[in-house]
């Protein structure tokens, strides 16, 4: 996708079964609340050369305060706005600071 920049880091939050395949990165940290996918994810992704996989069993709120500021590249929150109340999105777009 041309409008996407190179990145080395995309967390992948609230991916379920399916992370995200729009950019690829050499770093690849999928964020998922549910054990149920957390476990379907680590038995179906495997670390290639290009793409190495971190997979938290996390919301989305407790991963943005474990990782440093400016750790990961690009964030992804594909499929979870219709989960999230509008309060805390507003919560998270101040949490995650360029």
Do not use: R
């Not at 409008?3 to 967390?11: C, D, G, I, P």
């Not at 149920?36 to 709120?61: G, P």
């Not at 590249?73 to 219709?82: A, C, G, R, S, Y």
């Amino acid at each position: 996708m041309k409008t996407l920049k190179k990145a080395n880091s995309v967390l992948d939050i609230g991916c379920g079964i399916m992370p995200q395949t729009l950019l690829k990165a050499p770093l690849h940290i999928c964020c998922e609340p549910h054990k149920e996918y957390v476990e379907k994810l680590q038995a179906k992704l495997t670390d290639t050369h290009e793409t190495k996989y971190l997979i938290i069993n996390s919301t989305w709120d407790h991963i943005v305060e474990l990782l440093p500021p400016q750790s990961v590249d690009t964030i992804f929150l594909l499929d979870i706005i219709e989960h999230i109340e509008k309060t805390s999105a507003l919560n998270f777009s101040l949490k995650v600071k360029p």
